[in-house]
Every structure is written in C-alpha cells, then in structure tokens.
C-alpha cells in the first residue's frame, strides 16, 4: 500500500500522481486528493496502475457514487466497471474530460485550444439524469460466468461481478435487467431500448448463432426514421443521435458546401450523418456514405432512398479512397469541392485515411470523434498536410465515464 497526491487527469479514466520519482496512474481518484492505493501493475519500468483503496482526503468534487457497485467502499476486484468518473461531480466531469482533449491536442496536434464539454440538450434526451448523469444508456451488455450468474466486468479485468443496480440505463432497460437470473450456457445478455417499439433481451449463445434472417429495429432521430439489425451499431445514450445530426449540420460550413459535388460520409453506418447532411441542404443532394458492413451499407441504402443523389458502398474506408486516386483527374475534381464526414471507430482515421483524404483535398472536412488522442492525432496529420482546424465542439455523450465525444471541422489551406 502507498500513500499518494493526485496531480492530474489522464487519458483513460485514470490519474497521475508520482511515488519515488515513478509515475503511477491511479484509478478512483480525484487531482487534488491524497489516497491510499495498492498497486495493481507494477510491470513497467516507467510507470505503475494503482487502485485507490481509501480517501484520506477527499476532493470536494469527490460525491457518493452513482452506482455503489462500483464504489471505492469496495474492493477494487469486486467495483462494477462502465463508471469509471461516477464517485466525481458532473460538472468536474466535464472539466476534466475538457482536460484530457485539450492537453491531447496541445501535445499531438500543437494547438492551443479552449475545450468546453457542453451536456446533452435535455429536450433531446427524455428520461436521461443531467443532475447526476445516470439514465441514459439504451444499450447495455451483461456477462454470464460459468455459474450463469450475470453482471458487467469489473473495472479493467474479465471478472463478472454480481449487481443489483444499473443506473447508467434508461429506466426501460434497468427494470427489464435480469440481475437476480441465472443463464446457463450464455455468454451474454443484451439489452437493447430502441426509440422505436418495445425494449429487448437478447441471450447470445457460447457456440456461433446459424445464419438466418437477423431481427430488425427502428430509431428515429427527429422526424426520420432509421432501420438497422438489433446488433448493429448506433450510438448509445438516447440524445446522441439527434446531438450528433444537429453538430454535424451546423459545423458544415454552408458557403463551402456544394451539394453537386462528391460529397461523402466516412464509415457512415446505417446513414446518419449522410442523412443529416441530405436533411440540411436538400433531397437534390449528391452524397455517398461509405461502411464495410454489408448489413449496415444495406440498411443505409434503404435509409437514403428518398435522396436522388445518395448511394451506399460496402468498402474499407481506406481500399475506397486508394480506389478514388487510381480514377483520375475527373473523379477528383468532384472531391476538391466536396465535404467529406467521417465518424472513425475509437482508434481514429489513421495516418493511412489522412493521407489519401488530404491528396483528395476536399474543401472541408467534419470528423466525429470519441476518442481524445486519436482525434488528437489525426488532427496533427492534417495539419501537416495543409488542414487546418477550423472549429470544435465536445459533447458529453458518456456522463461518469471518462469517454467524450468531439465533433470538429477542419477545412483545406490554399
């Protein structure tokens, strides 16, 4: 057991404090506070991982924990997982994520920039906690031991532990949760709360499911109405989709925009984003949304029917645009006057993507990002390359997690 002095945030739900000259991330902690931590990992050279295991004194950020399964008053190989920033004030939440954002783009990008992470807009969120952060969650994935017990994983292992809350979800999801219930022969339960129609238990088998026809649902964002599998990826909290639409429409800068181009959406899924863009500046609109989903590319298709100019290509994003440079000239004259739209998974774009978006040199780029120093990264990529950061917005799309969504338009230098 060490005692220790919190300095700071880092990236990934932990803090930095230092013993001997050694630089250890804590868990659980918060800047300012003095803990008692054992530690966990003590592996690397450089630094060591340590679990806060007493608060001897306390941040007054620091509250009671949204979800006492996850609490410091436990053991830190019995504290539920997925609530990492729940024992911290949301306010300070949203401050520190700022942190992490604008430390990662000072560091990665060389941008000195203010970073404010604004909550949900409740009136696109019903249900959902801003007081506290909880209640926002539609879906959610409990493990099942051996034993068929279920419950989330602890923090930062596979152990599966037992909980009689789950306040993270919608109201719909924690009063279907099967907490007390025992699944033998599972490996998960999914629980999904679609806007659309009644929420679902989904028990997914150790062995391979057969292939068949794959269970449907439907979101509506707005007035419009989105048909994508039960499995399939769409944005967790309730308000994200329509706050994401509403960010991309209006950091699309309009006197850059023009709809005849080859306009696109970068792994554009079921086609959000594309239809965000078709819904602002019209049905005429010439846009393509690329995914290397095939269910997904399918289900965009349909999504964007009414749009004469939208098309769905089931494509790597990378295989797709080396494609675009082996066209020719006349393929990217379109793309010089486009805006492109990208929504990267966690890892980000990469510096395979940057570099061929940017040989394409559309006029302006929107890019959707949930994680900090990856979009970081990828901003100093573009930067390089003539891109320059034009505006910023950050969401909290995650309350008591570390994770922070980013929504950001970089537009080409002459």
């Known amino acids: 057991m060490i005692e220790l002095e919190i300095e700071r945030v880092a990236h990934g739900g932990v803090f930095v404090a230092r013993h001997d000259g050694r630089v250890v991330f804590v868990a659980d902690a918060i800047p300012g506070e003095r803990v008692a931590a054992r530690v966990s990992d003590q592996g690397k050279e450089r630094f060591w991982r340590a679990e806060t295991v007493e608060v001897l004194e306390a941040s007054p950020d620091r509250r ?16 539920a997982g997925g609530a990492e920033f729940g024992h911290i004030r949301i306010e300070r939440q ?16 060389g941008l000195e920039v203010a970073v404010e992470v604004a909550p949900v807009d409740p009136a696109l969120a019903p249900g959902a906690s801003l007081d506290d952060g909880t209640g926002w969650r539609t879906r959610m994935r409990l493990h099942v031991g051996a034993d068929g017990r279920v419950g989330p994983y602890a923090a930062r292992s596979h152990t599966i532990v037992p909980v009689a809350s789950v306040p ?22 999914d629980l999904v709360a679609p806007s659309v129609g009644d929420p679902a ?31 399939g990826f769409w944005q967790v909290h309730r308000g994200a989709a329509a706050t994401l639409t509403r960010a991309v429409q209006e950091l699309i800068d309009g006197d850059l925009f023009d709809p005849r181009a080859a306009n696109h959406d970068l792994y554009g899924g079921v086609g959000l984003l594309a239809a965000a863009v078709g819904d602002r500046f019209g049905e005429t609109v010439r846009i393509t949304t690329v995914e290397s989903d095939a269910r997904a590319t399918e289900h965009a298709g349909a999504n964007l029917a009414e749009w004469l100019g939208a098309r769905a290509v089931t494509a790597r994003v990378d295989r797709y645009l080396a494609e675009l440079l082996s066209d020719g000239a006349a393929e990217r004259a379109g793309l010089r006057d486009a805006t492109i739209v990208l929504d990267p998974p966690r890892a980000g774009a990469g510096r395979e993507v940057v570099e061929r978006l940017a040989e394409l040199r559309p006029r302006q780029l929107v890019y959707v990002a949930c994680d900090p120093v990856a979009f970081a ?3 100093g990529l573009f930067r390089e390359r003539g891109y320059e950061l034009d505006a910023l917005r950050a969401v909290d799309l995650f309350p008591n997690t570390h994770h922070v969504e980013a929504v950001a338009r970089l537009r080409a230098i002459v």
Do not use: N
């Open 201 to 231: 238990i989904v028990m997914a088998s150790v062995e391979r499911m057969p292939r068949g026809v794959r269970p449907t649902i439907e979101e509506r964002v707005g007035d419009r109405t989105f048909r994508l599998d039960r499995d």
């Open 377 to 379: 990264r990828d901003v």
């Open 64 to 79: 009671e924990h949204v979800w006492s399964e996850a609490s410091v008053d436990r053991a830190p190989e019995r504290r």
């Open 94 to 109: 949203r401050e520190l994520k700022g942190e992490v954002l604008r430390e990662a783009l000072s560091r990665m990008a």
């Open 168 to 189: 993270l979800a919608v109201p719909e999801l924690a009063a279907l949760s099967p907490l007390g219930d025992r699944f033998p022969g599972a490996s998960a339960i």
